[in-house]
């Protein structure tokens, strides 16, 4: 079945970087679009960025576009987001997501920006 798997999350302080990344397994992962989408404490998800099947495409929310860049490694079924410039508004629970006729996400991965 379908699995997503993020990893990478943690605390970090303002101005910081992190990786995110998300293993991929029970589907051809390199035949799929892929996207981030957060949630922070108390709000709704928020989506953050997509990544087109060959990697040609990468959208991204206005709110982390120039800070945040999204990878993926379709050899190793594997997505990332590259996070930098960190802010205390960017903490979120950051998930994987496949969306299409059916939507399948990860459990999710805890981003914390606090000094």
């Known amino acids: 079945q379908v699995q997503l798997v993020e990893s990478g999350g943690g605390l970090v302080q303002p101005g910081g970087s992190l990786r995110l990344s998300c293993a991929a397994s029970?589907?051809?992962?390199?035949?799929?679009?892929m996207s981030w989408v957060r949630q922070a404490p108390g709000k709704g998800p928020e989506w953050v960025s997509a990544?087109?099947?060959?990697?040609?495409?990468?959208d991204y929310a206005d709110s982390v576009k120039g800070r945040f860049t999204i990878s993926r490694d379709d050899a190793k079924n594997m997505l990332y987001l590259q996070m930098t410039g960190l802010q205390p508004e960017d903490t979120a629970l950051y998930y994987c997501?496949?969306?299409?006729?059916?939507?399948?996400w990860g459990k999710g991965t805890l981003v914390t920006v606090s000094s």
């Open positions: 990544i087109a099947t060959d990697g040609s495409r990468a």
């Open positions: 029970g589907f051809p992962f390199s035949r799929h679009a």
């Open positions: 997501v496949r969306f299409g006729g059916m939507d399948y």
